[in-house]
Nanobody
Framework: QLQLVESGGDLVQAGGSLRLSCAAS????????VGWFRQAPEKEREFVAA???????TYSTSATGRFIISGDDAKNTVYLLMNRLKPDDTATYYC???????????????????WGQGTQVTVSS
């Protein structure tokens, strides 16, 4: 059974850092497109970062320069390191996975096949 399990969410002060983890089972992250989305209350789910099958990494404008997506093939886990956190980063963060998304919009949640349950990140001012 395919599962994506996120962890690492927490309450952190503005300017701090967090590392989120997405542990996958039932699929191999190195052979998948894996990404992170977030959703704040009463807002749409928005793209944060992704790593393509090619290894290329893509970030949203707000994540660029602050967040880093990476993977550990041995642990079949993808991480999102978030630095210089801001109150606007407060949201539930979701891991997503799919097959080859080379020719589709990574930023559209409807293009992704598998989702985790989410982990809460709260940034206090």
């Amino acid at each position: 059974q395919l599962q994506l399990v996120e962890s690492g969410g927490d309450l952190v002060q503005a300017g701090g850092s967090l590392r989120l983890s997405c542990a996958a089972s039932g699929l191999t992250v190195s052979k998948s497109t894996v990404g992170w989305f977030r959703q704040a209350p009463e807002k749409e789910r928005e793209f944060v970062a992704a790593v393509r099958l090619s290894g290329d990494k893509t970030y949203s404008t707000s994540a660029t320069g602050r967040f880093i997506i990476s993977g550990d093939d041995a642990k079949n886990t993808v991480y999102l390191l978030m630095n210089r956190l801001k109150p606007d980063d407060t949201a539930t963060y979701y891991c997503a996975a799919s097959g080859d998304l080379s020719h589709v919009d990574l930023g559209s949640a409807r293009n992704w096949d598998y989702w985790g349950q989410g982990t809460q990140v709260t940034v206090s001012s």
